[in-house]
């Protein structure tokens, strides 16, 4: 996670906010906070920026004469909240860069702030400059959340407000998504705070419920200490608007947006769970350490430890990925391709010749126990999404 919040002002032409505008901005709007003039004389020069103090600490905007390099998707996010989210993309000429600085090395006292303190602090900050400068068209908050100064001017008034009335919106976004017959919505913008994005998947809730059950958490985790949040494999008891269990996994995203905290259905109310095999029939009818544990007994591809639940509608088709397979065969084979399995196998056919099945599958018993401990590393690395039996699909809008 990054220390510092940095957000982009888009503005229609480059030019930095009236300083003393700016700080009577600051007073009105934050009357608590303690601001005072730039440490940089006042100039021209687009390569000089704007410090303002506030408090113990210093807030710099640095003058940009070029637009922010255009992001299809992002503005795709902004205009599910602000329709007009493109057409001010494309006005601005300009951009001011605002962050809050490191205390200098002199000022020992200062303490140096985490990006959950700095953030308040930019928020803050960010409102008074488009409080104090017309001619601001658009905000994105961390590079990945646009909004309109309108949105900007109102909530970050409550920069400094505990949860769950802190602006979260400004700082993420809340992107729904639909797998079969199910709606879902995972956030981008929270892993900075949480360290995890959310990834919301409970079936039989429609998108006005995902976006609310998901802002409510996410409001909690911006909040709350990350490591005694939502602990991985804790289950939640249904509720009044959820009629089954929900499952929490700490897992990689479906969607490539790293390390997530998954909320998904643990009973399969809608039906959409369907069985595979971990090791194929394919393998098992032809590996020979297989052929041989299943001689013994130690092996049945029917098994319910050869099996595991996945959604379909996760994947773009149900054909096996040749390299999870070829994955497999190849662990499978190391386990064969020593002295002590040359030896074994000896014996166990020796005994299986004699009719003495008891004393075959003794013998064959480390490679059963291997095979298994395969078998649950598999299932829990596909849980997790470690490893993908099928090809993921992507996000699809609802």
Known sequence: MTNIPIAFILLEDARLPDEEALIQSIRVRHPDLRCSRSTVAPSDS???PMLIGIGD???TIFLIPEPVPFDQRLWERASSLWPEAFHAA???RAHLVVAAMDPAKSNAETKALGFAERTPLTTAFLGAVLAAMPGVVAVIWGGKVGRSPEMWLEQSSRAFEA???QPFGLWMDIVPFRSGETVGAY????????GREIEFEVDGLDERTVTGRVAQLSAFLIAADPDTSFKNGEVFKPDSEIDH???VLHRKSRFNLGPVISFSSLDDRAGRNKTYPIIPPSIAANHPLLIMLAKVGHFDPAHPRNKIGLKPDHYLSEVRLESFDE???QALSRMIATDAYAEADISARSALARGDTATAKSVLQPWADEVGQLQGAV???LMLRDLHMFAPAPHRSP
Not at 187 to 194: C, I, Q
């Open 90 to 92: 494309g006005r601005h």
């Open 57 to 59: 600490h210093v807030m």
């Open 245 to 247: 269990r929900v499952a």
């Open 327 to 329: 994955g497999l065969t």
């Open 187 to 194: 956030t981008l913008g929270l892993s900075a705070f949480a």
């Open 163 to 165: 949860y769950p009335d």
């Open 379 to 381: 299932m829990l690395a």
């Open 46 to 48: 687009a390569a000089r």
